[in-house]
């Protein structure tokens, strides 16, 4: 399948907004929404998994080991980082027990001895305990007829979230997986089958939805309102839907570096907090100015994603045979 430009600029807009969201975290600024990229993310790679099932056939093993092969390899390496800076004593506030490093290595959501959260020892690893559970359920899926899968899907995922909000949970598996927030995963697939069926709405409309989406994003963040999956995930496919409006009326350019971008995305994901912890505290002690300080951290952890990208994920892939990402998601949700 061909690159889908749309697609592509906004994975990598997504992954600048979670960069930018643990910079401001880290140098005392506000982009709390920023967070909501991973709500983006979501709808994307149940966009992208549609998408690619009905365009070549795939049985449930070869989509399983695709996924891993994609992901796995770059994440582990992320979080033996992680566990060898807190084993030579660079994450002074880090606990680690086998227990919760073995739950993390296999996206197993647990409980950080350090905090208490539901985190894996990479913390933004907690988004890929999701991408799992959607992988796992879609490449069964791949068993039903096509008509039948994403019905399958949805009446899964519908009844986890029921029986999360009826049932009291305690555990960290029952509450991660009761999130509304998988719903994403099967509203990208909804957008997905409208792409195929030439369905989604056109220009006009497409950017009064990316206008609307960009709007409440905007309103969400100036006004410090509170938000999760109930608010930015309707949002977020409003996004999605309305650049593919742009995508299908031939009015997205191909411009590189976005592009770059988009495909450096899930490494950027993955290592953009280590060089904005080290820039953010190097600010502070040698008293730059806050401002300064964050715009460093944005650019540092940029640039350490594509550097990953270039020097880890892109050979890991080509060693592997793995086709390029162009039109993957990265981040928390990957091709």
């Not at 770059?74 to 800076?85: D, E, P, Q, S």
């Not at 592009?259 to 904005?276: E, K, M, P, R």
Request: with cysteine; proline share 6%.
């Amino acid at each position: 399948m061909g690159t889908i430009r749309a697609i592509q600029y906004l994975r990598a807009a997504a992954a600048l907004a979670v960069v930018i969201f643990h910079a401001a975290e880290k140098t005392g600024h506000h982009f709390a929404i920023g967070a909501a990229g991973v709500d983006v993310f979501f709808v994307i790679s149940g966009f992208i998994m549609w998408i690619i099932s009905d365009r070549r056939p795939l049985t449930p093993v070869k989509f399983i080991t695709d996924r891993i092969r994609r992901i796995v390899p770059v994440y582990w390496f992320a979080t033996a980082v992680m566990v060898a800076g807190a084993l030579f004593g660079l994450f002074p506030n880090m606990v680690l027990t086998v227990e919760h490093v073995l739950a993390s290595l296999f996206f197993v959501p647990a409980r950080s001895p350090s905090s208490g959260e539901i985190w894996p020892v990479l913390v933004q690893g907690w988004t890929l305990n999701f991408e799992m559970l959607f992988y796992a359920v879609f490449a069964a899926s791949l068993l039903l007829a096509r008509n039948w899968r994403l019905p399958a899907i949805a009446g899964l995922f519908v009844a986890l979230v029921t029986m999360g909000l009826v049932v009291p949970v305690e555990n960290a598996l029952s509450l991660t997986y009761t999130r509304p927030i998988i719903l994403e995963f099967v509203a990208g697939m909804i957008v997905g089958e409208l792409w195929l069926k030439g369905r989604v709405p056109g220009a006009a409309i497409g950017s009064s939805m990316i206008a609307c989406s960009l709007g409440g994003f905007a309103l969400i963040g100036c006004l410090h309102l509170p938000f999760d999956e109930r608010t930015t995930g309707p949002l977020a496919v409003l996004l999605v839907l309305g650049v593919l409006s742009l995508e299908a009326s031939g009015r997205v350019p191909m411009l590189e570096f976005p592009s770059l971008l988009g495909d450096a995305s899930y490494s950027i994901y993955l290592w953009h907090t280590f060089a904005i912890s080290i820039v953010a505290k190097a600010g502070s002690m040698l008293g730059i100015h806050p401002a300064i300080s964050m715009a460093l951290s944005i650019l540092s952890g940029t640039l350490l994603g594509i550097a990953a990208y270039a020097l880890v994920e892109r050979p890991q892939l080509q060693r592997g045979r793995t086709p390029p990402p162009a039109v993957s998601v990265a981040g928390p949700a990957t091709e």
